[in-house]
């Protein structure tokens, strides 16, 4: 599929993945990467899915500036986000991430998901990729500053909420923040295991920021991010009340889930393909949540 980069602020530019399960078909072109042209190099955040893809990334930030890419923020360790990492270490970026990805990066489930996808995803993922580990950790809650020259760049530990190591970043000076998949923007999200009651704390948090614009990590770009984090923060707050709920009455999943309203929700891109995983996940996390 194709790749394009667009300009959506000065200096700021992003591709957008398909709104689509990764594939071989899709190349794992489902999530969206960005980069921003400072005054002495170039910041990109994720990877995206695939090496190729990577590559194609990396065409589009040369056609924009020759600059050096001084770093790439590795927003969580999901396969559409990081299989990329590679070219850009081999470009000379420096890769930054959570330490919380440490423990990702040392499990068997790594492993096995790479291993899946160097089947479900060839060629575009074979054996030549590979887990790449970051050369700056963000500690804790602490947040972290980058300057390239004049631009900062505050990342955020966001987690645990949609992955423990969420990071998102901001760059207060133009009122812009680059989300991850703390929101999907325009679909269903993939909460899968995530803790959802921390990831509705974290999405209160990032609301104080008042961005004014917003890039995510599946979607197109926000230009009234509260509309969208709100968007998000409903849709987890109705899974936990309704599956909560279930979970208390000790009402069993299939019954809850036929008689649960999901009108608001059901017209979004991935609902059928993601909406009852997602409640089934939620049910055994309120499960787990019950004194």
Do not use: C
């Not at 300057?147 to 207060?172: K, W, Y």
């Not at 899968?192 to 209160?204: E, P, T």
């Not at 990032?206 to 599946?218: A, C, D, I, K, Q």
């Amino acid at each position: 599929m194709p790749m394009q980069s667009v300009q959506v602020a000065d200096g700021v530019w992003f591709v957008q993945g398909e709104s689509a399960m990764g594939s071989a078909a899709n190349q794992n072109f489902i999530s969206n990467a960005a980069f921003v042209v400072a005054d002495g190099g170039v910041l990109v955040i994720d990877s995206l899915g695939s090496p190729p893809l990577a590559e194609r990334l990396l065409a589009e930030i040369r056609h924009r500036t020759p600059l050096p890419i001084r770093y790439v923020v590795a927003t969580h360790y999901h396969a559409d986000h990081i299989y990329g990492l590679q070219v850009f270490k081999a470009a000379g970026a420096q890769i930054v991430a959570h330490a919380g990805a440490h423990e990702y990066l040392q499990s068997e489930t790594a492993q096995l998901r790479l291993q899946a996808s160097r089947e479900e995803l060839f060629p575009w993922v074979d054996e030549h990729t590979r887990l790449v580990t970051p050369d700056i950790w963000v500690q804790g809650d602490q947040d972290l500053t980058l300057t390239i020259g004049a631009t900062r760049f505050v990342l955020h530990h966001v987690g645990p909420s949609h992955t423990d190591e969420d990071l998102v970043v901001h760059m207060p000076g133009r009122g812009v923040l680059f989300a991850g998949d703390l929101v999907f923007r325009g679909r269903i999200p993939y909460v899968g295991k995530a803790d959802s009651r921390a990831w509705i704390r974290a999405l209160d948090r990032v609301l104080e920021l008042r961005p004014r614009l917003m890039v995510t990590g599946h979607g197109p770009v926000s230009t009234d991010p509260v509309a969208d984090l709100r968007l998000t923060r409903d849709y987890l707050t109705h899974l936990r009340q309704t599956m909560g709920a279930a979970a208390r009455d000790l009402e069993p999943f299939d019954e809850a889930y036929a008689r649960t309203d999901w009108a608001r929700f059901a017209g979004l891109p991935l609902f059928q393909a993601v909406n009852r995983m997602n409640a089934y996940n939620t049910y055994l996390l309120m499960e787990g949540e019950r004194p």
